[in-house]
């Protein structure tokens, strides 16, 4: 099988890379290990050790002792893994949609408010199993965009599990461990004291469900001061019921529910408490999410959502116009026609409003 895997590490095979290494697309029998045909039997993903790669042979074998024992349909499944040599590979199903993080962060076109919402009730189902129903609990440690991964339809599955840690057990109230992790994500308490619990977790959680509203990613040094860190910027804006509208990734040009985005800005506050102990169960989280991917209150219905966004693009068309420094017309154009009545917005990133689903098959959202 290793040999068979190695002709495939082509460059166009190659999906992505990682701390743990590369990861390749292959093939193998439907019923075997056996590797067969591109384009013929079972599409994989093959991950390999780079032996120069920041997690090595201890992250291997948690990886494989974790999703060897953990079968969930949030999940990855773990077809198989192979040692030879100094060889390490780990066989998973392929999910072909890729990572969450691709689809917030590398697409022009904005990933739908519903399958956001999809995605994010997947990914809260994989935490509430591993904390709450696994035979013994599980800490994930390292939730993040790029490790939530898609299938054709959207199901998110949690993916590498090098980090995972088995939970405190008995009359333990937590796992003493060196910090790791990837920042912008790891809980504060984690941070400061190496004591890991199931709601450092939520805390990651929090953060990425933030992520999903906003399009934003958790650090990105390219934004103004004050919103580098996402959580410090978004925090402010998380309890004001009207002032939540300025959370919601400007992309969706207001085709999201003002009800789910609300639910989600008070679920994100939760989770991102301070206190730990005030952090909600992932469980908890899991029916707060179950309904939101089917409200239809869309905001660009709403008047204060096309008075907000009015007032955002004679902001912007003013400051365009002062930027002219005097040349040609500097007069900011209103969002209004001469009869008073809004015009149609477009997205200043995206150009003419086109389906996401124009180059792929539209998914069935439930």
Known sequence: MVA???????????????????????WIEENGTAPVKPGTGLTVAVKTLNHDGLQGHKEWVAEVDF??????????????????????????????????????????????????????????????????????????????????????????????FGLAKDGPVGDKTH???????????????????????????????????????????????????GEHNLVEWARPLLGERQRFYKLVDPRLEGNFSVKGAQKAAQLARACLSRDPKARPLMSQVVEVLRPLQNL????????????????????????????SHGHGSSKAQSPFGRNGQQQPVRSLSDGPRASPFRYSPKPNVK
Not at 128 to 151: C, G, Q
């Open 4 to 26: 068979g895997i190695n002709r495939s590490h082509w460059p166009e095979s190659l999906l992505g890379e990682g701390g743990f290494g590369c990861v390749f697309k292959g």
């Open 67 to 160: 999703l060897g024992n953990l079968h969930h349909p949030n999940l990855v499944k773990l077809i198989g893994y192979c040692v030879e040599d100094d060889q390490r590979l780990l066989v998973y199903e392929f999910m072909p949609r890729g990572s969450l993080d691709n689809h917030l962060f590398r697409r022009s076109l904005p990933l739908p408010w519903a399958i956001r919402m999809k995605v994010a009730l997947g990914a809260a189902k994989g935490l509430a199993f591993l904390h709450e129903e696994a035979e013994s609990p599980v800490i994930y440690r390292d939730f993040k965009t790029s490790n939530i991964l898609l299938d054709a339809e959207y199901n998110a599955k949690l993916s590498d």
């Open 175 to 225: 796992v003493s461990t060196r910090v790791m992790g990837t920042y912008g994500y790891a809980a504060p308490e984690y941070v400061m004291t190496g004591h890991l619990t199931s709601k450092s977790d939520v805390y990651s959680f929090g953060v990425v469900l933030l992520e999903m509203m906003s399009g934003r990613r958790s650090m990105d040094k390219n934004r103004p001061n």
């Open 296 to 323: 239809r209150d869309m905001a660009s219905a709403s008047y204060f959502y096309q008075t907000m966004h009015a007032e955002r693009m004679a902001h912007s068309s003013s400051m365009n116009g002062r930027s």
